[in-house]
């Protein structure tokens, strides 16, 4: 790698389809200037019925069943979003763009938090794995921490 690797982070509003192609333009930007790139993206934000695996959505399903959702249960129910919104990500920048990218979660881009559900915190991050593809050449993608 000649350059040092960039980490651009998208939240939940650009990786919805409407976006989704802004979010690639930028990354095939940042790789024709000769960057590694780590993309991180949130679950997608839309208030839109069309959209089952939105923030919202997963959240008025899991408020059906009762209001008080357990912390632990909510955060692994929006991980789910998460890894949908990482997955279709690279599945969009693989189509579109001539590179490899393989999608992560976070604890598969080597990222251990700590056991404060709702308000986690990353405690360690371990890069080696992510450096060997960067190396390789596959651009990858892991779901974002909720602020």
Known sequence: ????????????????????????????????????????????????????YSTDALLRLAESIGPEVDLRERDLLLSCGEIISTTLMAHYMRVHYPWPTVALSGGQAGIVTDFNYGNASMVAIYPEYISDMLRQGTWSSWPGFRE
Do not use: C, N, W
């Open 1 to 52: 790698m000649d350059r040092a690797p960039i980490v651009a982070k998208f939240g939940g509003t650009s990786v919805t389809r409407e976006h989704r192609h802004e979010v690639a333009s930028r990354v095939a930007q940042l790789v024709g200037e000769g960057y590694p790139v780590v993309v991180v993206v949130s679950a997608m934000r839309t208030r839109q019925e069309r959209d089952p």
